[in-house]
């Protein structure tokens, strides 16, 4: 069983960097389409990362006492005002105390090509990968910094915008002092130290274990993969 995460990296959702567990999954190579993984195998598993700023996410208590349908109902009720399109045009994700929104034809269109793989999928907003429970984490990878918040929701921000989004933070919670992981070589944040290296073995632990299991599909693709 081999394992790899892309990471989309534009609006389109079909078109990154990826990574191996081949080599430790050290070295970044392009891929242009989601096709480009048709290699895979039934046994082999894709964790293909979203852009968290494509991904609005929220606290959001789920009521186990209803239905599905009526947590979604109810999520929409409280946020439709922070939506910049219509209702109908989202796709909604709720998971314990935590929704997410994503436009429907980008995740339609995501799907489609995913569809047509034979691995395992598990599809992921990318701040996923420094998340850790009840922590504030900043993570620096591929040339954006992801923002993972105690509370469940993230972000990930253009490294040009990084200062001014701290900012923000920081004057809404003063006590804001996260983690800091980077990819590669230590770099500074502005107004944050503790900095600490990040790698992706250490994400895919996370995945592997029960807990992770759970976390990882709230976004999982709900295609079913042909043979």
């Known amino acids: ?38 290699f895979l195998k039934d046994k082999d598993t894709l964790i293909y990362l979203i852009p968290s700023y494509l991904v609005s996410s929220y606290t959001f208590e789920n009521n186990k006492k209803i239905s599905s349908q009526n947590n979604v109902a109810n999520f929409i009720s409280e946020i439709d005002s922070n939506l910049v399109n219509d209702v109908s045009d989202n796709e909604f994700f709720l998971f314990e105390k935590n929704a997410y929104v994503i436009d429907k034809q980008k995740y339609k269109e995501l799907n489609y090509a995913l569809n047509f793989l034979k691995c395992n999928i598990i599809l992921l907003p990318d701040y996923f990968i420094c998340h850790q429970s009840g922590k504030d984490r900043i993570t620096e990878f591929n040339d954006k910094f992801l923002f993972s918040f105690s509370n469940g929701t993230g972000n990930s921000i253009d490294r040009e915008n990084i ?64 043979s």
């Open 1 to 38: 069983m081999n394992t790899y995460i892309a990471h989309a990296n534009n609006s389109n959702l079909q078109s990154g960097l990826f990574y191996s567990c081949s080599d430790g999954f050290k070295k970044d190579n392009d891929f242009n389409a989601v096709s480009e993984f048709n």
């Open 163 to 226: 200062d001014t989004y701290l900012s923000v933070i920081q004057r809404s919670n003063p006590n804001f002092n996260p983690s800091i992981l980077l990819w590669n070589s230590p770099r500074a944040v502005s107004n944050i130290t503790g900095v600490l290296l990040f790698s992706l073995i250490i994400f895919i632990k996370l995945i592997s274990s029960p807990e992770g299991i759970i976390l990882s599909i709230i976004t999982r693709s709900k295609t079913k993969y042909r």
